[in-house]
């Protein structure tokens, strides 16, 4: 049964939407496992581009299931506007499932996601996208104050928001110096929340049963990452990260499936790094390379429209985040935004107090300090947006993905050119294993 996981090996956007796109016409399901709307997957369909949050990138095929699965958590004006969208240019919707098990996100969240403005015990700030994604958590955590999917569209609503509202109002107000919040408003709360759950209900599911019964019959998975393996909340730069495992390890935990029925996982990275948001970025380049790389990749968040930081591959990141996600492949996307600089570097290891690292460290001021070393490519002068081939790369593209296969320790299976599905390049590795050489 293949069943198929792709992860983000950075820090997020590595353009995961466009891979899971084109696997989905091999595959019977998609599951996105964690997030919420924190996540904004572009998918490219010829002249349309589709910019999603929840729903699944397989949402464009009609005859594949897309499933949200517990371990997403649900803003649903949000999702209902993702919904409306797609039906406003033709997309039916109909292939869309929303586990009853994922938590919601309510105004609440949004407030504490605000007045945190999540900024860690040594003052340095996390950067969230706001979309209340940290305070959703730790109420899914914290237990008394959740509201999942399943409750929204069950009697006993109105006394829930009533009752959670009344605390956080109390809990929040000591979170605003300034005295700016405004409280929260129950009666109001719940007629909007039980508007939504209205138009959700249809697609409300037992998804880990749903999932459960599509293993055993063999259907073939599509398991679709968020965010990036480097801000998984316990395996990535922590405490800058996502607050939900954004690594492999979260499939399983996340869509309720066992690990077993992942025979294979791709990783997906860009050729270059960038990163959205506060934390440590060893080969950053604030400067005019960094400048060149935003423009030419047009790095700028999906979500929240910040300018991403950019800087050089750090294969020493990489290669961590492969070994835990457990990858089989890499899909190396935007290496057309490479093309034009005269030479490129790849981080090889790190200096840390002048010993030589190639593990990846655990403790956030560790990662601070390191002096990433590089080794130096040469670059390519001609634009690749048109190669559709390895053999129509240049030499020297071909070098930098070899070494990167080499230093990551992981076969290249996908080489992505541009944002279109035709300027996408499967090596032989990824064709045999998922028969999606197109
Ligand atoms: P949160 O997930 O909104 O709490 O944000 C925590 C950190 O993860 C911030 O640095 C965000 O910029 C980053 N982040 C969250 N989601 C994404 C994503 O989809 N792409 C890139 N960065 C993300």
Same mark, same amino acid.
């Given at each position: 049964m293949p069943g198929t996981c792709v992860i983000g090996l950075q820090w997020g956007d590595e353009a995961k939407g466009k891979l899971v796109d084109l696997l989905t016409k091999r595959h019977d399901v998609v599951a996105r496992f964690l997030g919420g709307a924190n996540?904004?997957? &572009? =998918? =490219? #369909?010829?002249?349309? &581009? /589709?910019?999603?949050?929840h729903i699944p990138s397989g949402i464009l095929s009609e005859d594949v299931a897309n499933v949200v699965t517990a371990g997403v958590v649900i803003n649903p004006p949000i999702l209902l506007q993702e919904i409306d969208g797609l039906k406003a240019r033709g997309v039916p919707v109909k292939n869309l499932m929303l586990s009853d098990r994922a938590h919601i996100i309510f105004p609440w969240h949004m407030a504490e996601d605000r007045a945190m403005n999540q900024s860690t015990a040594d003052g340095e700030n996390i950067g969230t996208t706001m979309r209340g994604i940290g305070p959703c958590y730790r109420d899914k955590v914290g237990r008394a104050h959740a509201i999942r999917l399943g409750d929204l569209i069950r009697p006993g609503l109105k006394e829930k928001i009533a009752l959670i509202t009344a605390a956080k109002n109390k809990t929040i107000a000591s979170m605003y110096d300034d005295g700016s919040f405004t409280p929260l408003d129950a009666d109001a709360i719940y007629t909007e929340y039980a508007a939504y759950a209205e138009r959700l209900r249809e697609y409300v599911t037992d998804s880990t049963s749903y999932l459960l019964d599509a293993a055993d019959e063999d259907k073939r998975i599509l398991f679709e990452g968020a965010q990036g393996a480097l801000l998984d909340v316990d395996h990535g730069t922590y405490p800058f990260v996502t607050s939900s495992n954004s690594s492999g390890v979260g499939a399983a935990a996340g869509s309720g499936v066992p690990a077993k029925f992942i025979t294979q996982t791709i990783g997906v990275v860009k050729a270059y790094s960038t990163r959205v948001g506060g934390g440590p970025?060893?080969?950053?380049?604030?400067?005019?390379?960094?400048e060149k790389i935003r423009i030419r990749g047009n790095e700028f968040g999906t979500t929240t429209g910040r300018p991403r930081r950019c800087g050089w591959f750090d294969a020493v990141a990489?290669? /961590?985040? %492969?070994?835990? !996600?457990?990858? #089989? &492949?890499? %899909?190396?996307?935007?290496?057309? =935004?490479? !093309?034009?600089? #005269?030479?490129?570097?790849?981080? =090889? %290891? /790190?200096?840390?107090?002048?010993?030589?690292?190639?593990?990846?460290? !655990?403790?956030?001021d560790d990662i601070r300090k390191v002096k990433p070393i590089y080794e130096t490519l040469p670059g390519w002068a001609e634009e690749i947006t048109g190669a559709r081939s390895l053999e129509d790369l240049p030499a020297n593209a071909l070098a930098y993905i070899q070494r990167i296969s080499e230093l990551v320790g992981c076969e290249v299976g996908v080489v992505s050119v541009g944002p279109d599905r035709k300027q996408t390049i499967f090596t032989e590795q990824l064709a045999m294993l998922v028969g999606a050489a197109t």
């Open positions: 996540a904004g997957h &572009t =998918v =490219v #369909d010829g002249e349309n &581009t /589709y910019k999603l949050h970025f060893p080969t950053e380049q604030d400067n005019e390379l960094g990489v290669r /961590y985040t %492969a070994r835990i !996600s457990g990858i #089989d &492949t890499i %899909a190396l996307m935007m290496l057309d =935004v490479l !093309s034009t600089l #005269d030479e490129l570097k790849i981080c =090889v %290891a /790190y200096d840390l107090n002048g010993e030589r690292l190639t593990n990846f460290p !655990s403790h956030v």
